[in-house]
């Protein structure tokens, strides 16, 4: 565990509302925090801070994703940083510009940004679910995407990424694959304990 973030960390869940429809959700994602734990190449330290992936599944959990990208923050965390709140990334002369949990740039700390602390991992989580929310609404207008699922991918590779002209409507962030990956998983072990529990109950 990193200093601070169990504090950190417990403060947040314990602040969480209790009976909600999005904490009544949050039980959904016991699946995928342990696709988080067991498949995440990224990730170096021996033992996945699981406090921390909650963390990230509260934050989460208060912008109704659809279902196809819950987990989003937790596959992001994970291609970005292997989940470690102090990693560091792209160096420029010897300097590292990203980081944090979502390797972060400087201008995330400016006002004109988010004001964040890059190595807070909850401050950093609320910072990018917040921006990628920000641009859902310019992304609805311009992409003219039907279903939520497509609107939120969207949104997300824009939020990400460089501007660029024309939009990023029909692009999607390197995280999405890690995600579908989890989800595969997931509805193949249900799938696998259906056919079991079927098997079980015998002719």
Not at 106 to 122: F, L, Q, T
Request: glycine share 6%.
């Amino acid at each position: 565990m990193f200093v601070g973030t169990k504090m950190l960390v417990a403060a947040v869940i314990a602040a969480a509302p209790i009976g909600t429809d999005n904490n009544a959700d949050v039980m959904d994602y016991e699946p995928l925090i342990d696709q988080a734990v067991t498949n995440c190449k990224n990730a170096r330290q021996k033992n996945v801070d699981t406090d921390l992936l909650w963390g990230l599944v509260h934050v989460e959990s208060k912008y109704n994703l659809p279902k196809e990208l819950r987990g989003l923050l937790l596959a992001a965390a994970c291609s970005e940083s292997g989940y470690n709140p102090l990693a560091r990334g792209d160096y420029r002369k010897g300097r590292s510009q990203a980081i944090g949990l979502f390797q972060m740039w400087r201008w995330w700390e400016r006002k004109s940004g988010y004001a964040v602390d890059r190595r807070n991992p909850i401050d950093a989580a609320e910072a990018y679910m917040k921006h990628i929310a920000k641009q859902l609404k310019k992304v609805r207008k311009r992409c003219k995407h039907r279903t939520a699922e497509k609107q939120w991918v969207a949104a997300w590779v824009t939020a990400i990424r460089y501007p660029k002209p024309g939009g990023r409507c029909n692009e999607r962030p390197k995280h999405l694959r890690i995600l579908r990956w989890w989800h595969r998983n997931i509805r193949k072990k249900a799938k696998e304990i259906k056919v079991s529990y079927i098997r079980a109950l015998g002719p």
